[in-house]
């Protein structure tokens, strides 16, 4: 089977990671995969960061993809010859109806992968004159917009249980097109291997026997991160004998903020900022308390390849965290939005003693082992791509009435 994997331009990340092993799964699988780029930057990107074997094409659209209509995606698809078509998502707005529509009627086998959480629609209405209650038209225009996203694909696959029932509830998707595959994570690079530990602790200028916590990731809103600084800040005024770090991993549009926020930090100089890693096992290996304040996340990559690392991780309950985290003894999980008791957490954390620590992080790596090998969930993905197999592309009338029986 000739798979084609559709991706947005963006940044590089946990979603660019996940299309990269897709592909890798499906090759070894004995199926032709092609990653489909849409712009020259993400050619290059993928180029710069895929291993070898990868099949990446460069396949420009005519004009911005959010300006692409339903004929301008036809002619685009036209061009393509893919027994099955997968667009990975690393937002619930990826995408269009349009592209939809297109990729269904151009291919059959047309899957979506969702990896974040769909925003919440806020149910107030308007009052007129100060007191008639509204009928929440803009709201239900958004519902049913979002609802439409639901009509193309012939199955769309979400990375946590989160991410399904927010788009039944939130979008009222057809719950017999949603299946779930959490992401996974290839445990047998990311271990816990005490050369990374000393060499990066060496080359970061931090003491081998200091405790460090520490995040990969973009530097955008998303993440959080001015809630792990000030945590910091409380860990630092709570323990000021302690030798204390944070380190932050990666680069995004809000470094310069970031880096402002962290030279305000007292004692200075305790927060260290090191850029993009292709290498991130060897940086978790340095980190002994993985922090993710996320304010929306589907499944992070990131939270369980650190945990398999050895980390013991402060997260908040964001979208699908608390699959990742459903005990306590994996981890620290605080609920979202708040602030302060992420902040407690990491004072928690920076509490226990060596001993206490490797315990939990022995247990969070035997946990990620079990429930998220990437072996298993991408191999679970090809199966769901394969059992829909090479369909042929069905006719409008025939997608309409599909989509009334859903």
Not at 60 to 77: A, E, I, N, Q, V
Not at 308 to 314: R, S, T
Not at 352 to 379: P, S, W
Not at 387 to 401: F, M, Q
């Amino acid at each position: 089977m000739d798979v084609g994997l559709l991706t947005i331009p963006g940044p590089w990340g946990g979603t660019e990671i996940h299309s990269v092993r897709l592909a890798s799964t499906l090759a070894a699988r004995g199926h032709s995969a092609t990653i489909v780029c849409m712009t020259p930057e993400s050619y290059d990107l993928y180029n710069a960061h895929s291993p070898g074997g990868i099949n990446i094409s460069l396949a420009p659209t005519p004009k911005p993809s959010r300006s692409m209509g339903f004929l301008d995606w036809m002619r685009y698809f036209r061009q393509r010859r893919f027994d099955a078509c997968v667009l990975i998502k690393g937002s619930f707005p990826i995408g269009s109806l349009a592209l939809d529509l297109a990729a269904r009627l151009s291919f059959g086998a047309y899957t979506t992968l969702e990896q974040l959480m769909a925003d919440s629609i806020p149910r107030s209405s308007r009052r007129h004159f100060g007191f008639i209650p509204g009928f929440g038209f803009w709201w239900r225009r958004k519902r049913f917009l979002g609802m439409l996203r639901s009509l193309g694909p012939r199955t769309i696959m979400c990375v946590s249980d989160a991410v399904r029932r927010k788009l039944i509830e939130e979008y009222r998707f057809p719950a017999s097109k949603l299946v779930i595959v959490h992401n996974g994570v290839d445990t047998a690079r990311f271990q816990p291997t005490p050369s990374f530990r000393q060499a990066t602790r060496l080359a970061w200028g931090i003491p081998s026997d200091a405790l460090v916590f520490g995040a990969i990731g973009r530097f955008a809103a998303q993440k959080g991160y001015d809630v792990a600084l000030a945590g910091f800040q409380r860990v630092l005024d709570r323990f000021p004998e302690r030798d204390l770090w944070l380190v932050l991993v990666g680069e995004g549009e809000l470094e310069e903020s970031l880096k402002a926020s962290a030279a305000k930090i007292v004692p200075n100089g305790r927060v260290k900022f090191q850029g993009f890693s292709s290498r991130p096992w060897e940086a978790l290996n340095a980190i002994d308390v993985f922090v993710m304040p996320s304010l929306n996340e589907g499944l992070p990559l990131a939270l369980v390849e650190a945990m398999a690392c050895g980390c013991c991780p402060v997260a908040s309950a964001a979208g699908g965290i608390p699959e990742a985290l459903p005990r306590p003894d994996l981890g620290w999980l605080v609920p979202l939005g708040d602030s302060a008791a992420f902040g407690d957490a990491m004072i928690e954390a920076a509490s226990r003693t060596r001993q206490e620590l490797a315990g939990m992080a022995a247990v969070a790596r035997g946990h990620v082992t079990q429930h998220f090998d990437a072996n298993t969930q991408f191999n679970l993905m090809v199966d769901i791509i394969e059992s829909r197999g090479a369909v042929h592309p069905p006719k409008l009338g025939e997608l309409a009435a599909e989509s009334l029986q859903s």
